[in-house]
Each structure stands twice: as structure tokens, then as C-alpha cells.
């Protein structure tokens, strides 16, 4: 299966979805909540459906009122303008890596399998991993594991790497895995370290909160009053930018507030707290076990 749609229903159930409306499916992917929202839209109702993956175009089916868009979900306004709307009725988007990538030896997205360092998502993209561990400066390569893998020993990885690939560039998810051997902790579990790792790199070369920051803004300018926002992220990095926007209408947390000192909400939150997978849907599917979705309405 090329990706497992998670928690499916929920997010279903979270769109509200019209007959005659018109939504967005930032993460097309597998196409897995695409053909859901479809069974639900009448004659008249569209779905735009975004991926910037080339793979994910194959799922794409035949269907007038399914309009794909093989660009990055930061390119959301624009693209819809282009299309004649302005405004939708709800918006989906599940920020997980699909399955597919991650079973995709050749993508270099696992730490299963030996591959080029490459974690493109858009393959047409010039900045892999392999550019980044073997040109950017200690400091950068230290923020990037710091910030997106939240590894404690940031600085020593950035400087092991900088000493590595002085003698030789690093190329490959099994020569990374080597060098990354004797710098973790007695209390971290090999693989989970190694996957902030490549977690840390593969935000790094997708520019993955750049462009979550900038699809959840337009996000709010997109939506129409009672238009519902649903989505799904993984790691504490994207459920903050959610949260923040959901609860204050900035990415940043900055609260506006108004001439009188009442907060400006520009959302109204249907899910207090996240939704997280059942027992059942983490056995069937290992990959949902971090899902958090959250749920909001434009007010």
C-alpha cells in the first residue's frame, strides 16, 4: 500500500463535509483521504489536491471534480487563485512522511535501508542530504540537529561530521549510521537516535516548517467563516505551529488583542486536545502511533 489514510474517520468527521463544497487536500500522497472526501461531495463540490512528490501523481483518479496540483502545499493561495477560487470550506492536510517514501530504499528517507543521502521530497529540488552534511558550516549543521531532532549532543554530531567528511564525503545513510555509532547515549535506543538524525536532515532539505509556516497562514486567509481546518502532524515541531495558529491565528504564538484587551480568535477550536490512534489503529499501522490531529473552525 502506498500510505495507510490515519485516522481516517476523524478526519472525515473534522471537515464537515458539504455536498456542493470545496476543499483541500494539501497531502494528497496515496490519495487514501482524497477518495473519502470524494464519496461525500455531490456533482458540484471539488476537492484541490496537493503533493509535490512526482510518485504521488500516479494515484490520481479520474474524477472531474478532483483537480491535482503537483506543487508544494506553501503554494496554496496562489494556486486556487489560479483556479478561480478564493475561498474553500475546509482544509486537510496529514504531515506525515507517506509510507511510500519511507519504503522507498532509493529516497534515502529510512534508516532500514542503505541509499544515496537524498530525502527529497521534491525530486526536482537542488539541496539533498548529502549537500548539507558535507558543505554546511559546524554551526549550521549543530542548529538543524539542535532544533529539528532535538539531539542533545548536537554539537558533537556537527563536529564528528565536519571531521568525517575532511577525510572522506559522506554519501550514504550506511556511512552516517557508521559515524553516528559511538556518539549515542547508553539511554537512547540506536534507531530512535538515528531517526531524529535523519528526521533533523529531512526537515532541513524540504524546508518543512518554512513551508508549514507559510500553508497554515494562507490557510487562515483561505477559509471561509465556519470553514474547517484539519490536520495532522507528527512531532512536537509542526503540532506547535498548529496549535498556535488554531488558538491565536499566529504560527509564532503572538496573541493579538484588541483595543480593549480582548484576544482577536480568528478560529473556534473544536478539539480542545489532540486526537491521538486507538490501540487498534497503532497495531494496524505502526507509522500512526505519533499522529496528533487537530481540529478547528473559522470563525
Known sequence: ???????????????????????????????????????????????????????????????????????????????????????????????????????????????????????????????????????????????MFREYGEIENAGKVARAIVVKRSEKKIETTQELKEMLKPLIFKKDKEHQYQARIFQALRIEVNDEMGALKEFLEQCLEVLKPGGRLVIMSYHSLEDRLVKNLMRGGDTGGEIEKDFFGNINRPFKLITKKPIEPDEQEILQNSRSRSARLRIAEKI
Open 1 to 143: 500500500m502506498y500510505h495507510q489514510p490515519v485516522l481516517l474517520q476523524a478526519c472525515l468527521d473534522g471537515l464537515q463535509i458539504k455536498k456542493e463544497g470545496k476543499y483541500v487536500d494539501a497531502t494528497f500522497g496515496g490519495g487514501g483521504h482524497s477518495k473519502e472526501i470524494l464519496k461525500s461531495l455531490g456533482e458540484k463540490g471539488k476537492l484541490f489536491a496537493f503533493d509535490q512528490d512526482p510518485d504521488a501523481a500516479e494515484n490520481v483518479v479520474d474524477d472531474k471534480r478532483l483537480i491535482f496540483i503537483p506543487q508544494n502545499f506553501r503554494h496554496l493561495k496562489n494556486f486556487l487563485r489560479m483556479y478561480g477560487e478564493e475561498k474553500v470550506d475546509g482544509i486537510l492536510a496529514d504531515l506525515g512522511v507517506s509510507s511510500h517514501q519511507f519504503n522507498s530504499a532509493e529516497r534515502g528517507f529510512s534508516i532500514r535501508f542503505d541509499a544515496d543521502l537524498d530525502m527529497r521530497m521534491d525530486k526536482s529540488g537542488k539541496l539533498n542530504a548529502a549537500k548539507i552534511l558535507n558543505e554546511y558550516s559546524e554551526n549550521d549543521l549543530r542548529r
